[in-house]
């Protein structure tokens, strides 16, 4: 098989939306870990989110956290050659803004548009709006470098866009909230990082699939060879027009399975 970079969302994408749970995509992920590919997690979860899932797929793999505000690879992966800051158990490429500053925006804004942070909220708000256990909502509150939230008139992102666009922010849309993010991140950045770095580090350009449910995975879709679309959990389709685009039969981690079952027979086959 040729080298392949699978490149995933998590929440509405590898997990459910109403229970977060993976268990349908286990045929595949098995099929992936058998194979030594790897599975790239792309997300709006923070590090530690991600740490704590990682450990329940049983995978140690490269990821990107709060929608392409940093890349974290594992110190000496596949004994890679990574141009990078080194913390801890990480070698860490970051794009994104400060939480700090992040927050000083919000603290700016939040009275004139009516919007509440997960730094405004307490963790038994997060767990009501989320679904989230309790312990994954804590984790969900501890972030580096951007925070979601909601607002009381959606009519008031536009307005809402021009004076962040000013600051050096943007905003995002995910699955459950809208996102402030640094201006110079997004999901598709963080993977043109992880795919050059596989590119320098195996001699040849991988073949990269990536999967996404929401507005905030249309870069990361654009960035892959391979771009897989999961529909929403009311079966509708985010409104994206890429080449090429594979529409998932299925919401959530039935669809991933599926989707990538078929992508990895057609790649055995010589068909990718």
């Not at 800051?85 to 939480?99: A, S």
Request: aromatic share 10%.
């Amino acid at each position: 098989m040729a080298n392949v970079v699978i490149f995933t969302d998590l929440d509405g994408t590898l997990l459910n939306h109403e229970d977060y749970s993976f268990k349908d995509a286990i045929p595949s992920l098995e099929r992936i870990k058998k194979k030594g590919i790897p599975l790239v997690i792309v997300t709006s979860k923070t590090k530690k989110e991600v740490e704590l899932i990682q450990k329940e797929l049983g995978i140690e793999e490269p990821f990107i956290v709060e929608n392409g505000a940093a890349v974290f690879f594992p110190k000496g992966y596949r004994g890679f050659n990574i141009r990078c800051d080194q913390e801890n158990r990480y070698c860490i490429i970051k794009l994104g803004r400060d939480y700090r500053e992040i927050r000083d925006f919000i603290e700016k804004i939040k009275d004139k548009f009516k919007i509440k942070g997960f730094g405004d909220m307490t963790v038994e708000e997060i767990v009501r709006l989320t679904d989230l256990p309790y312990d994954r909502a804590e984790l969900a509150k501890e972030r580096d470098f951007t925070e979601p939230f909601i607002i009381e008139d959606e009519k008031d992102i536009k307005d809402l866009e021009e004076i962040a666009e000013k600051e050096g922010f943007k905003i995002t849309k995910g699955g459950r909230f809208y996102h402030l993010i640094g201006k110079g991140q997004d999901k598709g950045r963080a993977v043109q990082i992880v795919k050059k770095v596989f590119e320098e580090n195996y001699g040849e350009v991988p073949l990269t699939v990536g999967l996404g449910d929401s507005r905030n995975d249309i870069p990361m879709l654009r960035e892959v060879d391979i771009p897989i679309l999961i529909p929403h959990i009311n079966k509708k389709y985010e409104s994206v027009n890429l080449p090429g685009i594979i529409k998932a039969e299925y919401p959530g981690s039935k669809g991933w399975n599926e989707s990538i079952w078929r992508i990895l027979n057609e790649i055995e086959r010589g068909c990718c």
